[in-house]
């Protein structure tokens, strides 16, 4: 079986800060995903890739960068930081580039102060 | 669009009893529709999906229907258990392999 593994599992950040979130697999999947979940509420798509190099916008990519650098890789910028944000951000992949389920990483938890 | 509604955002049956769970969507290209279970602290899980050619699937407690016509899926669960207990979402996706998530449902199992 393979895994997902998001760093760092806690990001405590700054208003208006640059903050970097890492994602890696090694399920040699073609397809990732980053989704955030704020507070018992639903996913919501930021960025995917469907093969490395490629980046395809979600419903909610304002205000972030995302970069597939290798096909295990795929990280995600919050380009500015706001005050009093707190959400979840999760990484999935899936194989292939055609509908498969998701296997999704197990978060990283974001504070914004 | 490619919206998905989802209803309830709360559901509390009573232990044994079955639970239903409704999605809309938006995009008439969506051939693939997974339903994943969220535990408290834990990422979401698939516990069963359905594609575009089938109106009906079930697996161990599981039921998942498919109408095309009026863009709706449902989950039910039969005989539910204290274990069932989590939040549910459902998901569409088409051949872009852009995967939307509904807002989600809070199940609660009561004794």
């Known amino acids: 079986g393979g895994i997902i593994t998001q760093t760092p599992k806690f990001l405590i950040g700054q208003e208006g800060q640059k903050l970097t979130l890492k994602c890696q697999q090694n399920f040699n999947h073609d397809t990732m995903y980053w989704y955030r979940q704020d507070s018992g509420k639903g996913l919501r798509l930021i960025y995917y890739s469907i093969t490395e190099n490629d980046l395809q916008k979600g419903d909610l990519s304002e205000g972030y960068d995302a970069s597939r650098e290798k096909k295990s890789s795929f990280s995600l910028t919050v380009t500015s930081a706001q005050k009093n944000e707190m959400a979840v951000f999760l990484c999935a992949s899936s194989i292939g580039t055609t509908n498969e389920r998701l296997f999704f990483g197990h978060g990283t938890k974001l504070s914004v102060l | ?111």
Request: net charge neutral; hydrophobic share 30%.
């Open chain 2, 1 to 111: 669009g490619e919206q998905v509604e989802q209803l309830p955002s709360i559901l509390r049956v009573q232990e044994g009893s079955s639970a239903s769970i409704n999605c809309t969507y938006e995009n008439s290209a969506s051939n693939y529709f997974p339903w994943y279970k969220q535990e408290p602290g834990e990422n979401p899980k698939l516990i069963i999906d359905i594609r575009s050619n089938m109106e009906r699937k079930q697996t161990q407690g599981l039921i998942v229907l498919l109408d095309k016509k009026a863009k709706r899926f449902s989950l039910h669960i039969t005989d539910t258990q204290p274990g069932d207990s989590a939040m549910y979402f459902c998901a569409a996706s088409s051949n872009t392999n852009k995967v939307v998530f509904g807002t989600g449902t809070r199940l609660q199992v009561l004794p």
